[in-house]
């Protein structure tokens, strides 16, 4: 009998529904159990969001600093687990405040110490940079990393800010003016996201994870777009920046979010079009270095 815990935060179901469509195969395995775990807030972040709460997580999600979330329940805290997904979300080139705040916990020592985990990224396209720093909180809590499933918006970057601001402010994955494409993750990717379950389960079977990864990247579970990479590096400086300054300034807190704001528009609108322009002219030069790079990504 294999014992397997998904551990998973969503607002708008996303998350939920990419989890159990991976965990599809290993639940209708007689021989494997599988317990949901839904990380939830003592005090819960809203959703739809509102302009300024949306804003207003941008430090703490960013500096990974942790609120309290709700115990699991004794029934998941005194078992054992063979394996662990970790299903999460990005948040400002993070993970998530919940999935910080879960994996900083006592209870995940406690959950993942010494235990496999493969994670599971539901988020617009922009996740290599968080990946690193999730991969900096399972070493932390001494789990092991075998294997990456990253789902994305896989339309234009600038198509998916708009859809997904929407998104976020109507708390409707619709086709915004019934002219954009729906936002997120495909639902034909959502569906599809079987097949990994499947994958997995053989792995689970097997004891061993070695070319678990390998396989999964065979099988569409990890898509590198280098011009992303060179964004959210760039990016991940900035909002190093701006993150320190605004967690000081307690009283003009809403001016600086204002002014971050107005960074973020003149980033996305007018200065990555142009790191996009010259990134196309040095892309021959920096070939050697992007394929490494692609290499690592899709690793574990
Ligand atoms: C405050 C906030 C910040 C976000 N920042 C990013 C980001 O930096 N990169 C990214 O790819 N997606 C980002 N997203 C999108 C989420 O990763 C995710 O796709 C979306 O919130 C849906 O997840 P759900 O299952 O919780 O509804 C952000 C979403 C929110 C709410």
Known sequence: MKNVLVVYYTQSGQLEEIARNIAKPLLEDAETSVTFFNIEMVKPFPFPWKPAQFFDVFPESFLQIPTEIHTPSQDILSQKYDLIILAYQVWYLSPSIPITSFLKSEFAKQLLDDTPVVTVIGCRNMWALAQEKVKTLLKNVNAKLVGNIALVDRHINHISVITIVEWMFTGKKEKYLGLFPKPGVSDKEISGSTKFGTIILKYLKSDSYINLQEELVANDAVEIRPFLIEMDKKANKMF?????????????????????????????????????????????????????????????
């Open 240 to 300: 190093k920046i701006w993150a320190n300054t605004i967690i000081k300034k307690t009283n003009s807190r809403p001016v600086w979010l204002k002014g971050f704001y107005i960074y973020l528009l003149v980033a996305i609108w007018i200065m990555s079009p142009i790191v996009y322009i010259l990134h196309l002219f040095t892309f021959p030069l920096k070939y050697p270095k992007i394929k490494k790079e692609k290499k690592y990504y899709k690793g574990v």
